[in-house]
């Protein structure tokens, strides 16, 4: 088949010139902030200064590696979201899976729990539930396609969570325990630890692992009803396979940061348009894509005033600018 | 390969009455067979009988005399692709990435399509006569071009029959006529080609064979000279046919 070397030397070079910024990326994220005053480190100070070294290595380093992971997760499930829905438009809280995690996270907190851990790991039970909720209630619906019924659940769900975190906080005590809900909801890495990475690593990372082997099988569900059975697939079933292990590793993203929007929505499209459509390609440029936003992301909202920003407010204001001047060249496909 | 379905019966959920009631369809290797008849006779839903999107509550449907109900999805997409009439494009991949994905029936759950694939899926461009529209976004073809991009869909999956839904109905007459050449060449090759429509012009033109449709079963079956007679159409459309003084596109 005749597949120019021109093609191939452009997508090399994107790939190329994509992982050198990348690299140019991690430095500026590892070295950027506060110490031993506002702005770049000096990199000669990691072997002199312990200090420095501590900073950078102890609190630094863990906490890029979550935005990466953060970020990795998001994108990669958002892709798949969109093409599994074949709606440019979804992201990957959609099913009722980021209201989930919020009230289970505000009810761990509300109950007095003490350990992050079993914050995140209420707020990962409560994200499944939802997911569980939307697909049980999708296949109750007497009408409509499989997707419609999904998205009207998926709704529905996410209503219901709203309502309850609503309900929680205002039951919550507001000097003790509004703060921390208000805080979790906004979404932050400020407290990321190797031993909170590696609470979420294995649900984020198995779920990102499966997204880029079955991605092929992710173009082929983009496409219709009809056409994806005829090629011998069972759509609902692999539909739902794919939804259910990417909500999985959302939820343990949200677990770990809180709620963290915009990611999900607005990467894939950069991918796409960068590396095509076809998840064969779109699918590890989202997951490259999404680390390098979420790591940048975080690093402005460490570093770039005297106080933390919350990271959710940063994804948003930068993710929905990027998305309005996506749609407004006309680079977002919106076939209805 | 012979496809036959055998007095099929099928109720839609919560509707009134039957899609199919009794139809039979029959088409053998390297011939076309042309399902004609009125809007909402059961042309689609035969066609989802006998590609397995449908599961008939009564009746059968037999490729190369192997029971449909008894195969596995897979098994059944390597014996008969399908051309839906519509096809909702959400993303923009190019003509040869979209061609690609019938492939999927040959190749595992989590396996990339590989080099013999792409090739493949650029040889049926190739006889689809869309080569030129490789590299072009699905989304920005025009009506025609998409529907010889989709019939590339279909031949990349290399199936011994291939089923289309009124494969001509949005297309101009250049384009009909560039599917129909294509219809009539599948079957020259000694593919099993069924396809719907509810014109007589074109049907006359690819098919081999006609099967007139009309509420749910077949009324006649038979060579296109016989079953395309006036009176015959006059009954399965309602409406009184007559010689039309306008040039086709569909000529011999």
Wanted: glycine fraction near 10%; hydrophobic fraction near 55%; proline fraction near 5%.
């Amino acid at each position: 088949m005749p597949r120019s070397p021109d093609d191939l030397r452009a997508r090399s070079g994107k790939v190329l010139l994509l992982a050198l910024a990348g690299l140019a990326l991690l430095a500026f994220c590892l070295l950027a902030g506060r110490y031993p005053r506002p702005g770049l480190l000096d990199p000669r100070l990691l072997s002199s200064d312990a200090t420095a070294r501590a900073i950078v290595l102890g609190s630094r380093l863990p906490r890029l590696a979550a935005a990466l992971l953060l970020g990795a997760v998001m994108a990669a499930a958002g892709n798949a979201f969109q093409m599994v829905f074949g709606n440019p438009l979804v992201e990957p809280g959609f099913l009722g899976v980021s209201q989930g995690a919020a009230l289970g996270a505000a009810l761990a907190l509300v109950a007095g729990a003490r350990s992050e851990f079993v914050v995140a790991g209420s707020a990962f039970g409560f994200a499944l539930a939802a997911l569980a909720a939307a697909a049980l209630l999708a296949r109750a619906f007497p009408f409509g396609g499989w997707v419609l019924r999904l998205v009207l659940a998926g709704f529905a769900v996410s209503a219901f969570m709203s309502a309850g975190l609503a309900l929680v906080k205002y039951a919550a005590d507001p000097l003790r325990e509004l703060p921390d809900i208000v805080y979790w909801t906004m979404g932050s890495l400020s407290g990321a630890s190797w031993r909170r990475l590696g609470f979420a690593a294995i649900p984020a990372l198995g779920s990102t692992a499966f997204l880029v082997a079955y991605r092929w099988r992710v173009t082929a569900l983009s496409a219709d009803e009809a056409v994806v059975r005829s090629l011998g697939a069972r759509p609902a079933l692999s539909r739902a396979l794919v939804l259910a292990i990417a909500s999985a590793g959302v939820a343990a993203a949200v677990a770990m940061a809180g709620a963290v929007s915009w990611i999900g929505l607005v990467v894939p499209h950069a991918a796409r348009l960068m590396f095509g459509a076809d998840a064969r390609r779109s699918m590890p440029a989202s997951i490259a894509l999404g680390a390098y936003f979420a790591a940048l992301c975080d690093t402005i909202a460490r570093a770039a005033f005297p106080g933390e920003l919350p990271l959710g407010a940063v994804t948003a204001v930068i993710g929905s600018a990027a998305f309005v001047a996506l749609l407004a060249r006309g680079k977002v496909p919106v076939a209805r | 390969m012979r496809i036959e379905a055998v007095a099929l019966r099928y109720r839609y959920p919560r509707a009134a009455s039957e899609a199919l009631r009794g139809a039979s369809v029959g088409a053998a290797s390297g011939s076309s067979l042309a399902i004609l008849g009125p809007n909402g006779c059961g042309k689609s839903t035969l066609l989802g009988a006998l590609i397995g999107n449908i599961a008939p509550s009564s009746g059968r449907v037999l490729l190369g005399g192997r029971d449909l109900a008894t195969l596995a999805p897979r098994a059944a997409a390597r014996l008969v692709a399908f051309l839906p009439q519509f096809e909702r494009m959400s993303f923009a991949l190019s003509a040869l990435e979209y061609a690609l994905l019938g492939r999927a029936p040959r190749l595992g759950a989590f396996a990339q399509p590989a080099k013999a694939d792409e090739d493949a899926a650029y040889r049926a461009l190739e006889g689809a006569g869309a080569a030129d529209l490789a590299g072009r976004r699905v989304n920005e073809l025009s009506g025609g071009e998409l529907q010889l991009v989709r019939i590339a869909r279909c031949l990349a999956q290399d199936t011994p029959a291939i089923v289309m839904d009124e494969p001509t109905s949005m297309l101009d007459p250049a384009h009909a006529r560039m599917v129909a050449d294509a219809v009539r060449a599948l079957a020259a090759s000694g593919r099993t080609l069924v396809f719907s429509t509810h014109d007589a012009a074109f049907a006359a033109y690819a098919a081999d064979e006609v099967s007139l449709m009309r509420g749910g079963s077949d009324q006649f079956r038979g060579p296109v000279a016989e079953a395309l007679e006036a009176g015959r159409l006059a009954s399965c459309f309602g409406v009184p046919f007559g010689a039309a003084s306008a040039p086709s596109a569909f000529f011999r």
